[in-house]
Structures are given as C-alpha cells and as structure tokens.
C-alpha cells in the first residue's frame, strides 16, 4: 500500500519558518522524483518544488525561489520542505507528491505528471 504522510504544517508569523516533511511507504522512493504543490482556498493546486531521484537537481516555482529548499533522504524514505521567510500568500495546503517514471532527470511541474499524493498539511502565515 502506498502511502504518503505529509506533517510540519502550522501557524506561523510572516517572516518565520516552517519545515514540512513527507514520509513514503509502498514504493521506490530512490528512484522517483518528488515533488510539492500546495492549494490555496478558492485556487488552482500549484506546483511549489521537486527533487530528482538523486538530489542531483531541484526546481522551484519563481514565488519561492530563495526562500523555499527542498530535500530528500533516500535512506530515510523522507522528504522535506524548509520554508523561510514565510509570506500570507504561502497558505495553502501543501502536498507531497511522486513522479510518474523512475529515474526522471529533466523536474516536471505538471501535476498530472505525478502520480502518488499525500493528503496534505496546512501551512498558514498571519500578516
């Protein structure tokens, strides 16, 4: 059984921090690539970064770049999300998401292209 547990949401103050991870279970973890979206009420689900299977590249959205490193423990079956300098419009249910095809080497933001999710964590910034 697949599974994908998301955790670390919460409330926090523009400006602070937050780091959301993603345990796996049920499948090949190292060889898919991962990624996270996020949902915001009354928005479209988008994408917010992915990781190779290696770690060997990483993608981010342009409205987190910077601010946002996502990072992967093969070993562990984990992936994170550290959020830094966190903004109001980064709330939104985040999800960890996995590739469709193993060994993907150019990052993919479309998420139809992945095909496991998790059932998502709040993450909320106060203003």
């Known amino acids: 059984q697949v599974q994908l547990v998301e955790s670390g949401g919460g409330l926090v103050q523009a400006g602070g921090s937050l780091r959301l991870s993603c345990a796996v279970s049920?499948?090949?973890?190292?060889?898919?690539?991962m990624g996270w979206f996020r949902q915001a009420p009354g928005k479209e689900r988008e994408f917010v970064a992915a990781?190779?299977?290696?770690?060997?590249?990483?993608l981010y959205a342009d409205s987190v770049k910077g601010r946002f490193t996502i990072s992967r423990d093969n070993a562990k079956n984990t992936m994170s999300l550290h959020m830094n300098s966190l903004k109001p419009e980064d709330t939104a249910v985040y999800y960890c998401?996995?590739?469709?095809?193993?060994?993907?080497?150019?990052?993919?933001?479309?998420?139809?292209?992945?095909?496991?999710w998790g059932q998502g964590t709040q993450v909320t910034v106060s203003s």
């Open positions: 998401a996995a590739d469709t095809a193993p060994y993907r080497k150019v990052l993919v933001s479309t998420s139809t292209l992945y095909r496991y």
């Open positions: 049920g499948f090949s973890f190292s060889r898919y690539a």
């Open positions: 990781i190779t299977w290696d770690r060997a590249n990483a």
